[in-house]
């Protein structure tokens, strides 16, 4: 079955960190660009990451950038989303996508985990 | 940036009827637009990609057009299961932009 099955996040205070994980089943993983997504509690949409198939080339949105490091283990069929230097402001619900099309990057996600909450919080 | 602003935001209407969301662009871009669906408690589900490109396994009551700065998402005749908020997307060479959403109700 091809699906992504996320965990990680919880509750962080201000300035700490949390890593989400992201594992791969049932496709390709290594065909295919990977995305992070996130969407604040009530609020739409927003791209977060995207790490490309081998993991050498990475883009950040700005309000995470420097911040926040995107990864990959391929053995492991897995993504990872570092965040450090939390604020109240990366509250969401974080996702996975998956780029659309093997061997491509064009930035659109046929393929989401479940979500996982991110709640900054003293 | 290149802003997405979707239109309505809110939309009542009943099983059977014809709906068309508006997206539309703060400037015209070179790239392309898709549109996700979403429910509550779920993932985002993409129905059309590249404008106006049906994703597979998606009902053909479900079609998109436009270019330029404006583009539409038309459901042709409204279902139980379309009720959802609707997400347009935009992805050029300066970055990847989601509309505000279109929340799509029971009247």
């Known amino acids: ?122 | 940036d290149l802003q997405m602003t979707q239109s309505p935001s809110t939309l009542s209407a009943s099983v059977g009827d014809r709906v068309t969301i508006t997206c539309r662009a703060s400037h015209s871009f070179g790239g392309w637009l898709a549109w996700y669906q979403q429910k509550p408690g779920k993932a985002p589900n993409l129905l059309i990609y590249q404008t106006s490109t049906l994703q597979t396994g998606v009902p053909s009551r479900f079609s998109a057009s436009g270019s330029g700065t404006e583009f539409t998402l038309t459901i042709s005749s409204l279902q139980p299961d379309d009720f959802a908020t609707y997400y347009c997307q935009q992805y050029n060479n300066y970055g990847l932009t989601f509309g505000g959403g279109t929340k799509v109700e029971i009247k």
């Not at chain 1, 300035?15 to 660009?33: D, E, I, P």
């Not at chain 1, 989303?81 to 099309?101: F, H, Q």
């Open chain 1, 1 to 122: 079955q091809v699906n992504l099955v996320q965990s990680g996040g919880g509750v962080a205070q201000p300035g700490k960190s949390l890593r989400l994980s992201c594992v791969a089943s049932g496709f390709s993983f290594t065909a295919y660009a990977m995305h992070w997504v996130r969407q604040a509690p009530g609020k739409g949409l927003e791209w977060v990451a995207i790490i490309s198939t081998d993991g050498n080339n990475k883009d950040y949105a700005d309000s995470v950038k420097g911040r926040f490091t995107v990864s990959r283990d391929n053995s492991q069929n897995t993504v990872f989303l570092e965040m450090n230097s939390l604020g109240p402001d990366d509250t969401a619900i974080y996702y996975c996508a998956r780029d659309s099309v093997i061997f491509y990057t064009v930035y659109y996600f046929d393929l989401w985990g479940q979500g996982t909450l991110v709640a900054v919080s003293s």
